[in-house]
């Protein structure tokens, strides 16, 4: 997967991700670069994905890596609605095998008893 992240970025992990680990706090991912907030749905999900591989290498697990994908408004732009439908569906195809396989809230949440 290529580098998406920029000088800041990667300063941000640096000095974030150490302070996380030491006080078992969560880390929350923003998909975004020094550019701002790509319209690309495959760059996004690229920088989820290293935030949560910096994030677990520096020892946080990672069901405590909240990324939050940033839908945008559709007010702001026509496109976002199509934008955040397709990288919906890429972080459920990729993220399969990385979400624990027990369900986070109890079965009988869900109608059928699977998330």
Same mark, same amino acid.
């Given at each position: 997967?290529?580098? $998406?992240? =920029? ?14 680990? /030491? !006080? =078992?706090?969560?880390?929350? =991912? ?11 749905? /495959?760059?996004?999900? +690229?920088?989820?994905?290293?935030? &949560? ?6 020892? &946080? ?11 945008? +408004?559709?007010? +702001?732009? %026509? $496109? ?8 919906? =569906?890429?972080? &459920? ?8 396989? /027990? %369900? ?5 949440? !869900? %109608?059928?008893?699977?998330?």
């Amino acid at each position: 997967m290529p580098d $998406q992240f =920029g000088e800041r970025e990667e300063a941000s992990l640096k000095a974030l991700l150490p302070v996380a680990k /030491e !006080y =078992g706090a969560a880390i929350i =991912g923003l998909c975004m670069d020094d550019d701002g907030i790509t319209h690309d749905p /495959e760059k996004r999900l +690229a920088i989820a994905e290293k935030i &949560i591989e910096r994030s677990v290498r520096a020892g &946080i697990m990672a069901e405590d890596v909240i990324v939050d994908p940033l839908a945008m +408004a559709v007010s +702001a732009d %026509p $496109q976002a609605c199509l934008v955040t439908l397709k990288l919906s =569906g890429l972080f &459920i195809r990729s993220w399969v095998i990385i979400l624990p396989r /027990e %369900p986070a809230i109890s079965p009988s949440v !869900y %109608p059928t008893g699977n998330p």
